[in-house]
């Protein structure tokens, strides 16, 4: 079964680690070109170099301007844009009383706000291309979180998933593919923000009795970005062990 990913451009934001960096890998065993973005430039620089021919952007989502200058670089590099995968995230786990309104417009500025700036920028390409986004949603943004109080990530969340079902409809005019993906928890840093009697919470309540590892979500992604996905949009797909089911 043919991805048909060779020589195809992909961009991913927050590309440094965890499920960014997964995907990254995945997409260039499938031959892709890719075009890294985060804003920790050492790990940044680290990604990079282990994947041959990548190009890479040390920025942060939320600058002005960025999104922008992200789009034209990478089409300046590589002359086309075929996958947007909208993947950097943060997350300021608090009680609503306890959440500032700086923390609620940093966790939308990431979560949200980029992904609506970078598709915006990248549609043209992306039409020219007939290629496609996939955003990383969460599980938090269909049900709340189990794990604690987190109700600025989950709107974003939430957010995420209302912005693909639109921008669906609208780009499929354009033969442009918009889909997102729900994780559960998945063993990265992210999740470390969480305490060990909330750790102890997540693997109670996941009927797989385990946390994703980031080839899971990312094997999900390269698949909806692809050749074989080419009647799947406006998608919100779960891949979280049972936890949840829609
Ligand atoms: N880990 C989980 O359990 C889980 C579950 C559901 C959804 N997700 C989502 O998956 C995505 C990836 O999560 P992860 O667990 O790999 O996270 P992570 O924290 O391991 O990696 C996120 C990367 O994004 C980068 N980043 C953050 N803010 C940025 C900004 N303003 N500009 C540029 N880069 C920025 C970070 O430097 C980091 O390299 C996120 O959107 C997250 O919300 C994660």
């Known amino acids: 079964m043919e991805l048909d990913l060779k020589d195809k451009v992909v961009l991913i934001t927050g590309a440094a680690r965890g499920i960014g960096l997964e995907t990254a890998g995945c997409f260039a065993a499938e031959g892709a070109k890719l075009m890294l973005v985060d804003r920790d430039e050492t790990a940044l620089a680290a990604a990079a170099s282990q994947i041959e021919g990548s190009g890479c952007i040390a920025a942060d989502l939320t600058a002005d301007g960025a999104a922008d200058a992200i789009i034209q670089k990478t089409v300046d590099t590589f002359g086309r844009i075929d996958v947007l995968i909208n993947n950097a995230g943060i997350s300021e786990p608090a009680p609503i009383a306890g959440t500032s309104p700086e ?144």
């Open 103 to 246: 923390s609620w417009r940093k966790v939308m500025a990431v979560n949200l706000d980029a992904v609506y700036l970078l598709s915006r920028a990248a549609m043209p390409a992306l039409g020219r291309s007939k290629g496609a986004i996939v955003s990383l949603a969460s599980f938090a943004g269909k049900r709340g979180t189990l794990f604690g109080d987190n109700t600025s990530y989950s709107t974003s969340k939430a957010g995420v998933i209302g912005f693909t079902r639109a921008l669906a409809i609208e780009a499929a005019k354009v033969d442009v593919r918009v889909n997102a993906v729900a994780p559960g928890p998945v063993a990265t840093e992210l999740i470390k923000a969480l305490t060990p009697e909330q750790l102890k919470r997540v693997t109670d309540y996941v009927p797989l009795g385990r946390m994703a590892e980031p080839r899971e979500i990312a094997e999900l992604i390269v698949f909806l970005s692809s050749a074989r996905a080419t009647y799947i949009t406006g998608e919100v797909v779960n891949v979280n062990g049972g936890l949840y089911m829609d």
